[in-house]
């Protein structure tokens, strides 16, 4: 099993079936917060991001600060204050440009600390640049079996 030190190092495919009835498994929060539907086929949608969002939120609730497993998208939270953190704590100078070495380095901080960066990978370069990560688990949209 994948610990923070050990990533996970093979590929697995796997099918994820969840049952809702009389719910909302994804809202479209431009159409009003109905459910997204496939206009041709009928059939129900739900979107990769709202499946990461799921796992996120279920690695909270189970690990919560633990070392290793924090979260880095979070509602609420705006995501420079975490790349400030990776600068302080590899020693470079938030708001000043970091060489490659640097940036490998807040890049490294940033996986060995957040469960999400190290899972789906993330790009980091929007103010203090972390790099980026391509993360070892895709997850495409899913679709309901009936319409």
């Not at 190092?9 to 929060?29: A, H, I, K, T």
């Not at 206009?39 to 799921?54: M, N, Q, W, Y």
């Not at 380095?105 to 600390?113: I, K, L, P, T």
């Amino acid at each position: 099993m994948a610990t923070p030190s050990t990533p996970i190092g093979n590929r697995y495919e796997f099918v994820l079936l969840y049952d809702v009835e009389n719910g909302n498994p994804n809202g479209d929060p431009d159409a009003g917060n109905m459910p997204r539907i496939d206009p041709e086929t009928g059939h129900g949608i739900v979107t990769d991001v709202c499946l990461k969002r799921k796992i996120r939120n279920f690695v909270e609730l189970v690990k919560g600060d633990a070392p290793g497993y924090r979260i880095h998208i979070k509602e609420g939270t705006p995501l420079n204050q975490n790349h400030v953190e990776a600068y302080k704590a590899v020693e470079l100078e938030p708001g000043k440009k970091a060489d490659l070495a640097g940036v490998d380095r807040a890049r490294q901080w940033m996986c060995a600390n957040f469960f999400d960066v190290r899972t789906f990978g993330a790009v980091m370069s929007t103010g203090d640049n972390c790099g980026q990560v391509r993360g070892p688990v895709q997850i495409n949209f899913s679709r309901s079996i009936d319409p």
